[in-house]
């Protein structure tokens, strides 16, 4: 199963070039999808009113803080980092060293993805690696759960069941898709790794809904 997962980062995982480069770390952040959350809390507002936005910004709220800890357990990170201290967390695809062909830890790796080609050169390293990462890329330390594929998949969910229009459940799961993909282009994640992200959103997403849909329900009977 690990080695289906390598082959098929590898094949996913590609240098696009600069422009490539920028476009994936813009996709990986947050700034470029400002535009997209107005248009998500106006949708809300429109269908559900002022109550109901507030009630659908708790409630994503409270869906992204647990993906986040969650997430963080099997990184050893965040306030739930220490619960489960038995867990091996398993590095990302950029300090994996077996994708490279090296026999070094993935600790060596990271210093030597963070050296200057000149440096590299001098330690008997080639810069030439199979593993396309753009240099602001290099960070972090360990890959699963995917936290980004865990977010962005509950707030869809949540969104989509709220919304409920056929043009914005294919923008939100085109958006979804594409922030994804991001993460492995970056080599932040194996795609086992967003898979796992995203069953956990998935699950976070529909909890969000549900207690939505019955938080509203008793309002509409209190009124």
Known sequence: MQDLDHNLFLALNFDG?????????????????????????????????WRGTLLFLLLVAAALG?????????????????????????WRPIFTPELEGLDISPDSLRTLRRMAPDALAAAGYTSEWTVHVPVEAVSGRFGTVSAHAATIVAMSLLAIRTIRRRWFTLLMVLCAAAICYSRIYLAKHFPADILWGAALGALLGWGADALRQRLTRRGSRGE
């Open 17 to 49: 070039g600069p422009l490539c480069d920028r476009l994936m770390l813009m996709l990986s952040g947050v700034a470029m999808w400002i535009p997209l959350y107005a248009l998500i809390l106006w949708l809300v507002w429109r269908r559900e009113g």
């Open 66 to 90: 647990v993906a986040d800890m969650v997430a963080g357990i099997f990184k050893h990170s965040g306030l739930l980092g220490d619960l489960f201290p038995g867990i091996t967390p398993r």
